[in-house]
């Protein structure tokens, strides 16, 4: 799927649809009733602003979804799994690229740790706290690819 990097191209897409953010962090928002919606933020916040932000600075990627009517007329929208499964990986590598980029930083040209400006415990701190994140991501992340297997699995 092509990159949207327009606003114009963002508002124009319908309501329902789901874009994951080709940022670092594989943002995903949801389009209802004109505004796009984080669905992991407060319940009536809008994030508008921030998606606009995000599609003019790195684009997003529109995800396929399927809809259907629950019993009471609304509509309730799912994804693919492959859709969910690319969300899913697209959040994680970017979670992973930005531990690396932040180890990597305390390291000079030559790959030693740039003891100018860090010294030895602040890179350790810093690559313990690393290590727990992706420990932490790892466990979330196999509890969200269990949560896509059908239930008679």
């Known amino acids: 799927m092509t990159a ?5 191209e963002l508002d124009a897409l319908p309501d329902g ?4 953010g080709l ?13 796009w919606i984080d669905l992991c933020k407060p319940s009536g916040t809008t994030w508008n602003v921030r998606t606009y932000v ?5 684009g997003v ?6 809809e259907r009517t629950t019993e009471v ?3 309730e929208t799912t994804l693919s799994v492959t859709d969910q499964l690319r969300a899913l990986i697209d959040h994680y590598q970017g979670r992973e690229d930005a531990r690396t980029r932040s180890i990597q930083s305390f390291l000079n040209e030559d790959g030693d ?7 030895w415990s602040e890179y ?12 932490d991501d790892l466990g979330n992340l196999l509890g969200e690819l269990a949560g896509l297997l059908p239930d008679q699995v």
Do not use: F, N, W
């Open 113 to 119: 740790l740039d003891e100018g400006k860090y010294t």
């Open 124 to 135: 350790d701190q810093a690559t313990d706290d690393s290590s727990h994140a992706a420990r």
């Open 23 to 35: 940022d670092p962090q594989a943002t995903v928002v949801h389009k209802r009733a004109g505004h």
């Open 17 to 20: 649809t789901v874009v994951v």
């Open 54 to 58: 995000m599609a003019r600075r790195y």
């Open 73 to 75: 007329g609304t509509t």
């Open 4 to 8: 949207i990097k327009r606003i114009a």
């Open 61 to 66: 990627r529109a995800v396929a979804e399927s």
